[in-house]
């Protein structure tokens, strides 16, 4: 750790928000380098005579706005980028610079992800597996993780699940890629998409060959008259928890969408991305349940642990599950043996329960956190989607200007994401907004900001 040059004047008053100051200006004036490790709290505090108290209020805030960095056992340092002429580290183009404030949706909070339990989950299992073990496993994953994914999903999902028809994917975007050629194989050739959608996944639906139509949402979910109206024999949906909306898909609408996929001799392809962060309502069961003929279901880890594993489940009926895991037999030759083994031995011992609830309680905090702020600075823009997921849609006034506001917030530091690109026909403005990569103090200051920035336009 470092020495560092502050001052404060003990008759002043004031005092946090003396050091704050003098810390914030030794920051950016450079002479707090990035990446320089600060004295422990009551260190500093003895140094200048005054409580550890002040001192960790002081930190905390330099946190809460973007300066320092902290983590357990590891201490408190300075973050990068905030000196005047400084670059942060991380991306090549200037261009890419991460803001102040990324509301980007979608993200999960990456310094969440159970290091310690998912390492000693790998020595586990290595420790435990025979040689023989090292070698290609299934195409499909390992028959103990394609057990405790049924399983697990079979309690927490009320899925129809059964090892058989679950096969391991790289994440969801494979098993959509390995899905939707299966169908392509099977004479699929019309997709339907809600309306709005994510433009990510609707990126991989445009390259299977088939033909895109969308299907509107509103307060009860996705409309299965329209979908009727379309020559869709394939139909891409969030029952769960609709991105980028939040509706819920209502009970009378599951019944329709079933009962269209049976007359059309189609497939509901379930897109469960983030069903495990629910709030302010009961649970809801997954699609596939109640219909495990005709739904391809899709779950993945990016969203509870982190994308960086590539790891997630489709759960098919019997005959496309086999196809699916003859493709990966003959493209990749299947996924990461010790990754399914370790994510199987998280499930099995309840850590991976454990750390849900975790990171369930602290996304909560961080949504009240923007909710809280949005109200306070823009009390005319109205929020939705807020009982579940990592994000929430804001519907702006009448009129608004997606794209300017959203140029003035990134000139205040911050990045929203604005609905207009996610629709297939135009609609009211909106910005879709995450919250789960953001400390709440964080969060309340991005609020604040998106509150300049609608004012300046």
Not at 134 to 151: K, M, N, Q, S, T
Not at 170 to 198: I, K, W
């Amino acid at each position: 750790m470092a020495e560092i040059l502050v001052t404060v004047d003990r008759t002043a008053g004031r005092l946090v928000e003396q050091l704050v100051v003098g810390l914030r200006d030794g920051i950016r004036a450079g002479r707090i380098a990035g990446g320089t490790v600060l004295p422990p709290s009551r260190q500093l505090a003895a140094e200048l005579r005054l409580s550890r108290g002040l001192v960790v209020e002081a930190y905390q805030q330099l946190v809460a706005e973007g300066y320092l960095l902290s983590r357990t056992g590891a201490g408190t340092w300075v973050a990068a980028g905030h000196a005047v002429g400084e670059r942060a580290a991380a991306p090549q183009d200037a261009a890419e610079a991460e803001p102040e404030f990324d509301l980007t949706p979608g993200r999960p909070d990456l310094g969440a992800f159970p290091r310690t339990a998912w390492v000693a989950a790998q020595r586990r299992v290595l420790s435990d597996l025979p040689h023989a073990g090292l070698g290609y496993g299934d195409p499909g994953g390992v028959l103990r993780f394609r057990e405790e994914i049924a399983a697990y999903l079979r309690r927490v999902r009320a899925a129809d699940a059964t090892p058989e028809r679950v096969v391991a994917i790289n994440g969801s975007a494979q098993g959509l890629a390995l899905g939707l050629q299966a169908l392509h194989e099977l004479g699929h050739r019309v997709l339907a998409v809600e309306d709005p959608s994510a433009d990510r996944p609707r990126r991989l639906l445009a390259a299977s060959g088939m033909t895109l139509v969308g299907v509107p949402v509103d307060e009860a979910g996705l409309v299965v008259a329209e979908l009727r109206r379309t020559s869709a024999t394939v139909v891409f949906a969030g029952p769960a928890h609709q991105y980028p909306t939040g509706v819920v898909l209502a009970p009378a609408r599951r019944a329709e969408l079933i009962a269209w996929a049976r007359a059309a001799d189609g497939l509901v392809i379930e897109d469960d991305y983030d069903a495990e962060f629910r709030y302010d309502r009961d649970p809801v069961g997954c699609l596939q349940g109640m219909a495990p003929d005709r739904v391809l279901y899709l779950g993945t880890t990016s969203k509870s642990l982190a994308p960086a594993l590539r790891l997630g489940w489709a759960v098919a009926p019997q005959p496309l599950a086999d196809r699916i895991r003859d493709i990966r037999l003959h493209s990749d030759l299947g996924g990461s043996v010790l990754d399914h083994l370790a994510m199987a031995h998280l499930i099995a011992t309840g850590a991976y329960d454990r750390h849900l609830r975790t990171v369930r309680r602290r996304y909560r905090t961080r949504r009240d956190a923007l909710v809280t702020s949005l109200a306070a600075e823009l009390p005319e823009w109205k929020v939705r989607g807020v009982a579940a997921g990592l994000h929430v849609l804001v519907d702006l006034p009448p009129g608004s200007d997606e794209d300017a506001l959203a140029a003035a917030a990134d000139a205040q530091g911050v990045r929203v994401q604005p609905l207009a690109p996610m629709r297939f026909a135009p609609g009211p403005p909106g910005l879709v907004l995450g919250y789960a990569g953001l400390t709440p103090g964080r969060l309340a200051e991005a609020g604040r900001r998106l509150g300049v920035a609608a004012r300046r336009v």
